[in-house]
């Protein structure tokens, strides 16, 4: 009978560890609509991999990231981007790597990453950064003056900005915990999207005449991602 016991016991232990540890793949991509047919199927949650038998060290080598984005747009940031796109062989990996150049007074603006935590370091100048959390937490802002050195992490899924506030560039650079973070800038995301939100919905959500938000929506939202 305590033989029975303890094999009950281990067997309640290993669904119990087993159940702890299934979980649904973290979505790599917008979303993925299943499908019955395989003849039918366009894209995976990631990317086909390569016969291992073919695979290269440039497969996980990219170049570049010495040089400066052009920052001469009106938000005055670029974004330059290492992920599964070009480096091949993050793909499964779950990380990434942006290297983002401001020009005096320039921004990256509110945006989120759907799919991932950001952390971020200064290389040269200063920088205001900042995100806020969700209604669960009261919509708090958290705001950080960096500089040369300094590191600042943005959670996943909430919306974080970094400007600069100093009369020269700042140049920075952030790991992001996914082969795919995604990006959806804010202002860009509702006021430019395809095809254009309904302006009365608009109005009422922000409080503004539907005139204003008619002419935010004919703006061309610039968006350094």
């Known amino acids: 009978m305590k033989s029975v016991n303890i094999l009950l016991t281990l067997s309640v232990l290993a669904l119990a560890t087993f159940i702890a540890s299934a979980y649904d793949p973290s979505p790599l991509q917008d979303f993925c609509v299943a499908i019955d047919d395989p003849n039918k199927t366009l894209f ?8 291992p038998k073919h695979v290269k060290a440039e497969d996980f080598f990219t ?45 990256n603006p509110p945006h989120t990453h759907p799919r ?31 500089n040369k050195g300094d590191v600042f992490v943005f959670p996943i899924g909430l919306i974080h900005f970094q400007f600069n506030p100093g009369h020269y560039p700042a140049i920075a650079f952030a790991g992001l915990g996914s082969q795919n973070p995604g990006v ?36 061309f939202w610039d968006d350094p991602n």
């Open 116 to 146: 991932a935590t950001e952390i971020l370091v200064v290389l040269e100048g200063t920088l205001y950064v900042g995100f806020v959390t969700s209604n669960q937490d009261g919509n708090r802002l958290f705001t950080k003056v960096l």
């Open 63 to 107: 170049y570049g990231l010495n040089n400066p984005g052009d920052t001469n747009i009106p938000i005055g940031s670029n974004v330059t981007t290492v992920n599964v796109e070009q480096i091949a062989g993050l793909n499964t990996l779950g990380v990434s790597l942006v290297r983002i150049d401001y020009a005096p007074y320039g921004q």
């Open 44 to 51: 995976v949650n990631g990317k086909f991999c390569k016969d």
């Open 184 to 219: 959806i800038p804010i202002a860009k995301s509702i006021f430019g999207s395809n095809p254009a939100i309904n302006p009365e919905i608009l109005a009422k959500a922000f409080q503004l005449d539907q005139k204003v938000v008619e002419q935010l929506q004919k703006k």
